[in-house]
């Protein structure tokens, strides 16, 4: 049996029906309308990932751990991935110390949310440093660095106040 869509006689609705169209005479009102496709050109956005830093929209190319905060950027300085007592390798983001965060002690607005990027892989962030986030009323997102620039750069086109702490995508711990 084909489905069809209903037609006026069996219940349904017709497309060419008034009540359906809009009113092109009506005043046009001042609702605060703005354009979402208009983009600041002055928001920092990751243009590229590269191996061992970021590209930036305006041109400036960071090399190492990045953090973008109110539409500016910061260096992290993180240690590079190093083995633990076991031999296995650490990703740094997982060994953050919170005193690196403090930053968000004295920005303002504070940002609704860090989207972290682990490098080539998901790292969990150090417990004490998530701690430290939420404590001060900012949410945590975990990703690649490919998603999470990505994401940050999506969010920010949108007008959201949120944060970038990012490994390059070439760490792989």
């Known amino acids: ?7 006026v006689n069996e219940g349904g609705y017709d497309r060419n029906d008034d009540r359906f169209q809009y009113d092109m005479k009506a005043p046009l009102l001042d609702a605060g309308i703005a354009n979402i496709f208009q ?7 990751i243009v590229e990932n590269l191996p061992t830093g ?7 190319t960071v090399y190492g751990p990045l953090l973008i905060v109110n539409n500016e950027a910061f260096t992290l300085k993180i240690p590079p991935p190093k083995p633990n007592a076991s031999g296995k390798v650490v990703n740094p983001i997982f060994i953050l110390d919170p005193k690196a965060l403090e930053v968000f002690n004295v920005v ?3 940002p609704e949310l860090v989207i972290v990027g682990g490098g080539a892989n998901i790292s969990l962030l150090a417990p004490e440093s998530r701690k430290y986030l939420t404590s ?11 998603y999470a620039s990505s994401t940050f750069n ?3 086109e949108e007008g959201r106040n949120v944060a970038l702490l990012a490994l390059p995508a070439g760490v792989d711990a």
């Not at 970021?54 to 400036?60: S, Y």
């Open 39 to 45: 983009v600041d050109e002055n928001m920092i956005s």
């Open 54 to 60: 970021f590209r930036l929209n305006n041109g400036t």
């Open 1 to 7: 049996m084909a489905l069809q869509h209903p037609g």
């Open 136 to 146: 001060v009323g900012i949410k945590v997102e975990l990703s690649s660095t490919r």
């Open 154 to 156: 999506t969010l920010c």
């Open 108 to 110: 303002t607005p504070k």
